[in-house]
């Protein structure tokens, strides 16, 4: 693994590795770390000074606080995957020991510890990639059966959304160009016929997207 994210590094090209678990993440975070030590070049290829390689985790499953002061101090971006929760909530019940469940996805923990957090659909791992439905989960933690997973992760509606728009645009390098409403970038964007915001959780899936603007121009219109 080191010699294959050594190779990407050196080149200037972010890392994006999935890891679950213990193992996998101190495995990881371990390669990281020792990236760390050596000049990341920017992808323009001028071999820029200052720039951040700013590498990501993909999930981040089930850290403990060790792992995320570690991927603090090294910038990583969490992708986690919060729909995962009313996808595969049955599961976690079912496989993991007691003591884990509160390390399911943990967002609040995420934020707290400083890291940027981008949530993910993961599709088409998941049968439904709605972005509210990943927006619910990430407020009110529900399994399959409507009972919360580690309810004290939950997050805001305002952090949820910032977490699937700005913070996406972050972990994909295009912070400059889109993530939000900003002149001067890119203007994709959807009209909803609802307020993320001021909706509760519980009817967050009755908002429809009613039009879809790329580059500033419309592309869908229900």
């Known amino acids: 693994m080191l010699n294959l994210?050594?190779?990407?590094?050196?080149?200037?090209?972010?890392?994006?590795?999935?890891?679950?678990?213990?193992?996998?993440?101190?495995?990881?975070?371990?390669?990281?770390?020792?990236?760390?030590l050596t000049p990341f070049s920017s992808p323009s290829g001028r071999g820029d000074t200052g720039v951040r390689a700013r590498h990501r985790i993909e999930h981040l499953g089930l850290p403990d606080a060790e792992h995320l002061r570690r991927s603090k101090a090294l910038e990583i971006i969490a992708v986690p995957q919060t729909v995962f929760l009313p996808a595969?909530?049955?599961?976690?019940?079912?496989?993991?020991?007691?003591?884990?469940?509160?390390?399911?996805?943990?967002?609040?923990?995420?934020?707290?510890?400083?890291?940027?957090?981008?949530?993910?659909?993961?599709?088409?791992?998941?049968?439904?990639?709605?972005?509210?439905?990943?927006?619910?989960?990430?407020?009110?933690?529900?399994?399959?059966?409507?009972?919360?997973?580690?309810?004290?992760?939950?997050?805001?509606?305002?952090?949820?959304?910032?977490?699937?728009?700005?913070?996406?645009?972050?972990?994909?390098?295009?912070?400059?160009?889109?993530?939000?409403?900003?002149?001067?970038?890119?203007a994709d964007l959807t009209i909803l016929s609802g307020d993320p915001l001021s909706t509760p959780a519980a009817e967050l899936l009755g908002i429809q997207v009613q039009q879809t603007y790329v580059g500033g121009q419309l592309a869908y219109e229900a």
């Open 88 to 186: 595969l909530g049955s599961a976690f019940r079912r496989y993991l020991p007691d003591e884990y469940i509160p390390r399911c996805y943990p967002v609040r923990a995420m934020l707290d510890a400083g890291l940027t957090v981008a949530l993910s659909s993961d599709a088409p791992v998941v049968p439904d990639d709605n972005p509210l439905l990943g927006m619910k989960a990430a407020i009110d933690r529900l399994d399959p059966q409507g009972q919360p997973i580690a309810p004290e992760q939950a997050i805001t509606a305002a952090e949820a959304l910032y977490a699937y728009t700005m913070g996406g645009a972050i972990a994909s390098g295009d912070e400059s160009n889109r993530g939000s409403l900003t002149p001067g970038k890119w």
């Open 5 to 36: 994210a050594q190779e990407a590094h050196t080149a200037g090209f972010r890392i994006g590795t999935h890891a679950i678990g213990d193992r996998a993440l101190d495995q990881i975070l371990d390669v990281y770390e020792k990236l760390a």
